[in-house]
């Protein structure tokens, strides 16, 4: 027995009495809830609102304490800072922007809880498995796929905001920093750096505080970082898995029965209806692609703007190859361009799916049909010549394209900037 089969078996899809019952979106769920970006209300769920607003604005404020406070470590401190100290402060203050914008966008940001709404109440898969035997076997296939992917990303975020604090502290434990007398005129290495009122470089209290702070918010920037995405991965996979089943529908259309090779006036009332149903279903595909581009598109622009500056300054540290550069940011360089990778790769397969619509639509018999159906085919031709992909704010398609570009960029500006460093 397969694992696909042996997972569906036992996850029992079809005695599941809605997409809440499904493991993968308890982990979304529990997730977005940390970060109060999880739509309660709108799904009906109870939810204490003033709870809920104290902690969205104590995110933001969060957010905006932690670019105040590398700001300032910058300021300060930047003088004496090392060419990997500088480096990594450049690369906090990007996260630490990144997600800012992100809960201003997002979390306080009523269209994409209604969005969310809808994607587990309407659009998912879950409520079009009946519509036909293959679709049922699209939504096992999706399910499968989304709950992986879910698990992946879980481990992704722990493993990532782990390894991340980790490091310097082993790097202080190798040094024999914890020892008494251990610094010696050093200082604590640490994953993150602010500008605290109190001894974070010598005091041994002032820096287990900073640590635990740095935890926190490292596995909260991870959740902004990754959950966000997670959720944007399986409403691609669900409309994706909408595409195939609207391409099979018309690859299965009926042929005429009549040994003229025309549709009988019957046939033809059939053949209305099932081309209305047809657009009808391409219409809702459209229009949710649409609402995603909307709501997602200035996430998606920060996002890839962030890969594009994050990108090169990674790089260029590595370029130094010693083991302090290598150890802190060849991680860091890995996780970033395979999130990168990962999140195009999956819109991907929404433009090159919708690419395979038109010729599905052509491959009907439009030429048994009479004119008034034949004009409702060339209308459907026309609507699906585009492909249905989401744009970054209009911009740039969410895909391989603009992922090539990004690296192809990144590299060239690592290039420019590594020659600058060793004429220097």
Known sequence: MNLRKFFLENEAVEGINSTADYLYIKILRFTLDVIRSWPRKELGEPENLYFTVFMKYFYLILNIVTIMGSTSFIVVKGSELSFLEAGLMYLIFLIGLLDTLTVISLTFSEKYRVLAKDFLTQTHLFHYKDRSKYAMEIHRRIHFISHLFSLWMIFQMISGATLFNITPMYSNFAAGKYRKGGLQNS???????????????????????????????????????????????????????????????????????????????????????????????????KTFTNR??????????????????????????????????????????????????????????????????????????????????????????????????????????????????????????FTFLLSQTEEN
């Open 187 to 285: 200082t604590f290495e640490h994953s993150l750096y602010y500008l605290y009122p109190f001894n974070t470089s010598t005091d041994v209290t002032g820096y287990t505080v900073a640590c635990i702070l740095h935890f926190i918010i490292s596995y909260l920037c991870s959740i902004w970082f990754c959950m966000f995405n997670l959720l944007l991965a399986l409403m691609v996979f669900n409309i994706w898995g909408h595409f195939k089943i609207l391409i099979k529908t018309l690859e299965e259309f009926p042929r005429p029965t009549s040994k003229s090779c025309m549709y009988t006036q019957e046939e033809s009332i059939e053949v209305a209806e099932k081309l209305k149903d047809c657009i009808n279903y391409h219409r809702e595909i």
């Open 292 to 413: 995603i581009s909307d709501i997602f598109g200035p996430m998606l622009f920060i996002y890839y703007s962030f890969h594009q500056a994050s990108g090169c300054l990674v790089l260029l540290e590595c370029s130094q190859m010693t083991g302090a550069a290598l150890m802190r940011y060849l991680p860091l360089t890995i996780i970033l361009t395979q999130q990168l990778i990962q999140l195009s790769v999956v819109f991907e397969l929404l433009g090159s799916e919708s690419e395979r619509l038109k010729d599905a639509v052509y491959g009907v018999p439009w030429e048994c049909m009479d004119i008034k159906n034949r004009k409702v085919v060339r209308f459907f031709l026309m609507n699906v010549q585009n492909p249905v992909q989401v744009k970054a704010m209009g911009l740039a398609n969410v895909g391989v394209t603009t992922m090539a570009s990004i690296m192809k960029t990144s590299m060239s500006y």
